[in-house]
């Protein structure tokens, strides 16, 4: 397994991304039992269409905000709004934001500041090449009390971690993480938002968000995610919701 990981590794897009990750693509339905041959290229093609496809040499080049307008899962949405509405929402009393499955957001933390104050930002990626383009980022600006951690969404101890050292209250982001979840493991949403509500305190809120248009914004998504709603109100308080950018966002506190 450990070779094939590693052939699959060999393209750049796809070098910064965990073992871990990679592993679960190549134990998919449709994959697993192919011949090795077949498994990095049926990988890749999987990886390409979920991370590769976000980073473009403008991506790669990003050496501030102007980073955002060239990623295709943030170049829709207005930071300076999208933030001063959770805060509208969630209120202001808030010690960290945790980005969890966060792209390039990290690059927006002039936005952050701006809506919240003094807030310390931890962003959680799956893509070294994207942490690095952002720590590189805050250490140029001065920003002390913002980073991203590298690491695989799908490893709930590290996650869970990274949620306890966080203080509270503290607003966790999942910005069109819950699809990707999904792509990569069905049903594994419920398992990662119950793991990640153990380590929570019940001033901490959840944003979730869910794409309504395909990357491309050429075709609108006619998925009906109520299995998620229902979850969340089961699990948590659906405190509101509402469409922005093309996406639908789910706004919880843990109960």
């Known amino acids: 397994m450990k070779e094939v990981i590693d052939r699959v590794k060999e393209k750049r897009e796809f070098s910064g991304l965990p073992d871990s990750l990679i592993e ?10 192919k011949s090795d041959e077949e498994k990095i290229k049926l990988a890749r093609a999987f990886l390409r269409k979920y ?16 980073v955002l307008e060239s990623h295709i899962s943030s170049r829709k949405r207005d930071y300076g709004v999208f933030y001063e509405k959770i805060y509208s929402i969630a209120g202001k009393d808030f010690k ?15 936005f952050i500041s701006e809506a919240f104050g003094d807030i310390s930002y931890v962003g959680f990626e799956g893509t070294r090449q994207l942490c690095d383009l952002q720590n590189e980022y805050f250490e140029r600006e001065g920003y002390k ?7 695989d969404l799908f490893n709930f101890s590290q996650v869970g971690s990274l949620l306890k050292e966080a203080s509270s209250p503290k607003i966790i982001l999942l910005l069109q993480v819950i699809d990707a979840l999904e792509n990569v493991e069905p049903n594994s949403s419920k398992e990662f938002l119950s793991n990640m509500k153990n380590n929570l305190s019940k ?14 914004g050429k075709n609108r998504f006619n998925v009906k995610r109520r299995w998620l709603e ?12 509402f469409d922005l950018f093309d996406e639908e966002f789910l706004i919880a506190k843990p109960i």
Request: net charge positive; aromatic share 10%; proline share 1%.
């Open 24 to 33: 679960k693509v190549l134990l998919q339905k449709g994959i697993k039992n």
């Open 203 to 216: 001033k901490d809120v959840l944003v979730i968000s869910n794409p309504l248009k395909s990357i491309s």
């Open 145 to 151: 009390h913002a980073n991203v951690v590298w690491g």
């Open 96 to 110: 960290t934001i945790v980005d969890l499955g966060s792209g390039m957001n990290g690059f927006s933390y002039d």
């Open 230 to 241: 229902e979850f969340i109100t089961q699990n948590f308080e659906l405190i509101d919701k």
């Open 51 to 66: 991370f590769g496809v976000f980073l473009t040499n403008k991506v790669l080049k990003g050496k501030d905000a102007a």
